[in-house]
């Protein structure tokens, strides 16, 4: 559907060490990476599973890395995701991710991240459990 209109891109965030103000400044070397990648693009689109009735916490921890500061004690310098357009997507059970989406928008719109998040439309699958079972 996007085909000749966008530019569509995996973010591979899997080597972005746990969050820990220790290992903050000077940033290691994944979390730079994903934070600059974050900066060049126009727009992030999540996609995500539901777990809990939440978001999974390898997400939270990469939106942890991008809320934090750039340099030891500088909040006005915007961060990599301020302003930045951001479509939820997902895949669950019976609610279709609307509960993780609630809480990714909540969290994505909190004062410092001020990220733009689309609430309508978003897509949320629900996956049916019991044909996955058959498989197993």
Not at 3 to 25: C, H, K
Request: charged fraction near 25%.
């Amino acid at each position: 559907m996007l085909a000749g209109r966008a530019t569509v891109e995996y973010l591979d965030y899997s080597d972005v060490p746990l969050m820990n103000q220790d290992i903050e400044f000077p940033a290691p070397e994944a979390v730079k990476r994903v934070r600059e990648k974050v900066a060049e693009v126009d727009a992030l689109w999540i996609f995500s599973p539901e777990y809990n009735y939440s978001y999974p916490g390898h997400l939270k921890n990469l939106i942890d890395w991008l809320s934090r500061p750039l340099v030891a004690g500088d909040r006005q310098t915007p961060l990599a995701i301020n302003g930045k357009k951001v479509a939820l997507s997902g895949a669950g059970g019976a609610a279709a991710t609307a509960k993780c989406r609630e809480k990714l928008t909540e969290l994505l719109t909190l004062p410092f991240i001020k990220a733009d998040v689309m609430t309508e439309p978003q897509t949320g699958i629900q996956l049916n459990m019991e044909l996955g079972r058959k498989g197993a």
